[in-house]
């Protein structure tokens, strides 16, 4: 059985940085490519990171180039992202997800996903 525990949200102030982690378990995490989404208070759920099986590629919703860095562990069976400069706008709901199927942008292409940590970034 597949499980994704995500863990390092919380408040922060404008301009701070937190650093979210998504420990994996139940198959092969180095063999799954990952990513990171994220869900503001009646929004849909939105694109923010994904990385593939290796690290080796990387991919960035508009919102988090140059500021956002998705990274794995593959001997540790965690993903993470580290958030820099944060905004208010990047308060949220964030969630990993693996394996996708099709466009990795795409929230429909996963179909294991976490339980979501909150962040909360104050103005």
């Known amino acids: 059985q597949v499980q994704l525990v995500e863990t390092g949200g919380g408040l922060v102030q404008t301009g701070g940085s937190l650093r979210l982690s998504c420990a994996a378990s139940?198959?092969?995490?180095?063999?799954?490519?990952m990513a990171w989404f994220r869900q503001a208070p009646g929004r849909e759920r939105d694109f923010v990171a994904a990385?593939?099986?290796?690290?080796?590629?990387?991919y960035y919703a508009d919102s988090a180039k140059g500021r956002f860095t998705i990274s794995r562990d593959n001997a540790k069976n965690t993903l993470y992202l580290q958030m820099n400069s944060l905004k208010p706008e990047d308060t949220a709901v964030y969630y990993c997800?693996?394996?996708?199927?099709?466009?990795?942008?795409?929230?429909?292409?996963?179909?294991?996903w976490g339980q979501g940590t909150l962040v909360t970034v104050s103005s």
């Open positions: 997800a693996q394996d996708p199927e099709g466009n990795y942008r795409d929230e429909g292409a996963y179909e294991y």
């Open positions: 139940g198959r092969s995490f180095s063999s799954y490519a």
């Open positions: 990385i593939s099986t290796t690290g080796g590629m990387t």
